[in-house]
Structures are given as C-alpha cells and as structure tokens.
Nanobody
Framework: EVRLMESGGGLVQPGGSLRLSCAAS????????IYWVRQAPGKGLEWLSR????????SYVDSVKGRFTISRDNAKNTASLQMSSLKVTDTGAYFC??????????????????WGQGTQVTVSS
C-alpha cells in the first residue's frame, strides 16, 4: 500500500519555526519528485516547494522563498520541510505529495501523484 505520512505540525507563534516530516512507503521513493502543498483556510491548494528525485534541484513559491527549506533522505524514504519566520498567513493544512512527473505550472490536484493525509500548522499569537 502506498503511504505518505506527514508529521510535525502544530501551533506556533508568528516568527517561530517548525519542521515537517514526511515518511513514505509502498513506492520507489527515489524515483519521485516530492512536493509540499498547502491549503489555507477557505482557499485552494497551493504549491509551496518541490525537490527532485536525487535532491539536486529545488523550487519554492515566492511567498516562502528564503524562509522554507525542503530536503529528502532517499535512504530512509523521508522528506522534510523546515519552516522559519512563520507568518499568520502560513496557517493551513500541509500535504506531502510524491509524483514521478515534475509539476509546477498547473495548480495542484489530488488526482495527480500520491498524497498524504496532511498535517495542520497554525500560526497564531
């Protein structure tokens, strides 16, 4: 069974940091791009970041560039999203997504790739 399981979400104050983790199983992790997608309250799905299968290339949406860092460990079938300088607007459900195809230009779709269940991040004072 294909599984992607996010962890590490929680409540944090503005300016704080969180590290999200994604544990994968049931597919050849090293052959897949890994993405982090966010759904803010009342809004649609938004690409945040992606990392190439070999970890050699990364992308970030402008709103998180310089604050978020994506990484992966293919030996452990895991990926991470280190988040710092968090803002209230970072609040939302964060999803880990695996896809053999590089995607970025079209909006995220749950029909594409493998999706985790999401982990909630709430940034509030």
């Amino acid at each position: 069974e294909v599984r992607l399981m996010e962890s590490g979400g929680g409540l944090v104050q503005p300016g704080g940091s969180l590290r999200l983790s994604c544990a994968a199983s049931g597919f050849t992790f090293k052959n897949y791009w890994i993405y982090w997608v966010r759904q803010a309250p009342g809004k649609g799905l938004e690409w945040l970041s992606r990392i190439a299968p070999d970890g050699g290339a990364t992308s970030y949406v402008d709103s998180v560039k310089g604050r978020f860092t994506i990484s992966r460990d293919n030996a452990k079938n895991t990926a991470s999203l280190q988040m710092s300088s968090l803002k209230v607007t970072d609040t939302g459900a964060y999803f880990c997504v695996g896809d053999v195809v590089a995607r970025w230009f079209a909006p995220p779709s749950r029909a594409d790739g493998y999706w985790g269940q999401g982990t909630q991040v709430t940034v509030s004072s």
